[in-house]
């Protein structure tokens, strides 16, 4: 079976400050990883995939997760954060059918 | 490329009504399409999947008589929310899916619904 745990339900950083976001994992099946950011009423934008090729994963606006098997991890970071980045992410892992597993969601706030 | 769009962004309808939100690939053709459900603070919920031209399989403890979904075309899903009550307000959202392994979701902007 497919689960998703998301380990923090709110984290809190100042703008030019690195932000992690952390995401464990189950999966029977080697499986496919996802991040998704929602801002406020919107949809889902995806951030970025792992599907079984580079380990270190780069997304949009300089976020990155790398996956680790053997801590079945799939951490989102960022360098520096920026006000825009406020928002609740997603993690989300997916099997050999096309049904996605959401995890609980983390909301980030970034103070200025 | 893989744009996903919902109608209406946002719908107010009064109680016993009902109302229907569209969903479309506006550039691919979706095999697949989902729809999800998500209360304030919340993740999303799966409510139903469904393939074109077939019957939406429904997730445990939604009615299907209530949220009524027809994938009749392989770039609209409709789902028809039936005798409308204030419970159902929600935000309501589609994706679609297409290809083989591994698969990918996009989803669309998403439904505010409210029942007065």
């Known amino acids: 079976a497919q689960s998703v745990t998301q380990l923090d339900s709110h984290v809190s950083v100042s703008e030019g400050t690195p932000v992690l976001l952390r995401c464990n994992y189950s999966s029977s099946y080697s499986p496919s990883l996802f991040w998704y950011v929602q801002h406020p009423n919107k949809g889902l934008q995806l951030l970025l995939k792992?599907?079984?090729?580079?380990?270190l994963v780069k997304g949009i606006n300089g976020f990155e997760a790398e996956f680790k098997k053997s801590e079945t991890s799939f951490h989102l970071t960022k360098p520096s954060a920026h006000m825009s980045d406020a928002a609740e992410y997603f993690c989300v892992v997916s099997d050999l059918g096309n049904q996605f597993y959401f995890g609980t969601g983390t909301s980030l706030t970034v103070i200025p | 490329g893989a744009v996903v769009s919902q109608h209406p962004s946002r719908v107010i309808c009064k109680s016993g009504t009902s109302v229907k939100i569209e969903c479309r690939s506006l550039?691919?053709?979706?095999?697949?399409m989902f729809w999800y459900r998500q209360f304030p603070k919340q993740s999303l919920m799966l409510m139903a999947t469904s393939n074109e031209g077939s019957k939406a399989t429904y997730e445990q403890g939604v009615e299907k008589d209530k949220f009524l979904i027809n994938h009749a075309s392989l770039t609209l899903s409709t789902l028809t929310v039936t005798s409308a009550h204030p419970e159902d307000s929600s935000f309501y959202i589609c994706?679609?899916?297409?290809?083989?392994?591994?698969?990918?979701?996009?989803f669309g902007p998403g439904t505010r619904l409210t029942v007065t």
């Open positions: 994706s679609a899916s297409w290809g083989s392994f591994p698969y990918e979701q996009y």
């Open positions: 550039d691919f053709q979706a095999t697949t």
């Open positions: 792992y599907t079984s090729a580079a380990t």
